[in-house]
């Protein structure tokens, strides 16, 4: 397993120096006197899991949507698919295009239909013409295990199903990169695993993720890298394994504590 944060400084085969797909360099914010993340830095390759976890209140939603510019950086720098993030004049449409980001609350339009709520973005961001989106449309619905669901209304689905639709609408704009963030946390026991069995093809059919989770020994499975946060920043990183054998206190006793 290769570890993210390291092998970003590494040569790629023959020799060839591969950008990462997201870097966070030294990155810091603060909500008025409260600071949140207080430099923090790491890179994820192309095709690579990150999973973040930590204590809830560490930074990891806050680093997540900085990523995607939802929250505006006060120093450091973000690079994302070649998008200089920090930058005032980024092309936001842009950057939007090449990021997927999936929340705990789904908020899927509850009058539109399934294949509608996928449709509408490919259609009036990247203006596809209605076959060519509905193409799209079931393809991601293939993907995450709802191709029969094409025709029904969201309040007819149950909430991992809702879940994996938001995941698809996500993926109907063919982002390079996909960020989740505790996407499982509101679903009961038996709905989750529906969900992470979906996150888990993604990893393996090669797409870049960072997943911000409480599934500890999902984390350990799929992601290439671990970062435990601890109050805003990266506190310890490693592969996996990590989790089997923790280096500092505060992360010892996350996990044994959990939240
Ligand atoms: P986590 O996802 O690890 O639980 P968050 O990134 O959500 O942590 O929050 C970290 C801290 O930032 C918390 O103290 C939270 O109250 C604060 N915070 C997050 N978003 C905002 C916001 N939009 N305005 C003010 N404070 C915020
Ligand atoms: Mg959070």
Redesign the pocket.
């Known amino acids: 397993v290769a570890h993210a944060a390291l092998s970003a400084q590494q040569p790629q085969q023959q020799g060839q120096q591969q950008q990462p797909v997201v870097e966070l360099k030294d990155v810091h914010k603060s ?2 006197s ?1 600071q ?2 207080k430099g923090v830095s790491f890179a994820i390759p192309k095709g690579q899991v990150v999973a ?1 976890i ?12 900085c990523i995607d510019r939802l ?1 505006i950086i006060d120093s450091g720098t973000i690079n994302v698919c070649g998008h200089a993030v920090h930058d005032p004049a980024i092309d936001l449409r842009q950057l939007r295009q090449d990021v997927g980001i999936v929340f705990q609350s789904y908020n899927l339009f509850p009058h539109l239909t399934v294949e509608q709520n996928i449709t509408l973005a490919p259609k009036a961001v990247k203006n596809l013409p209605t076959a060519k989106a509905r193409e799209i449309a079931a393809r991601t619905l293939q993907q995450v295990g709802l191709a029969d669901k094409a025709q029904a209304y969201p309040e007819q689905l149950s909430g991992g199903q809702q879940q994996r639709v938001a995941i698809a609408r996500s993926l109907a704009m063919e982002p390079q990169v996909m960020l989740f ?2 996407v499982t946390s509101a679903l009961d026991p038996q709905l989750t695993g529906e969900v992470l069995r979906v996150i888990e093809a993604l990893a393996q059919g090669g797409m870049t993720m960072v997943l ?1 989770t409480h599934e500890m020994e999902f984390a350990a499975r799929v992601a290439d890298t671990i970062i435990y ?1 601890h109050e ?1 920043k990266v506190w310890e990183t490693g592969p996996g394994a990590m989790l089997k054998n923790p280096q500092t206190a505060e992360l010892r006793d996350f996990l044994s504590h959990g939240l």
């Open positions: 909500f008025g409260n949140v993340l973040i930590g204590k809830s209140g560490s930074g990891k939603s806050t680093a997540l949507r929250e963030d505790e911000v946060m805003g």
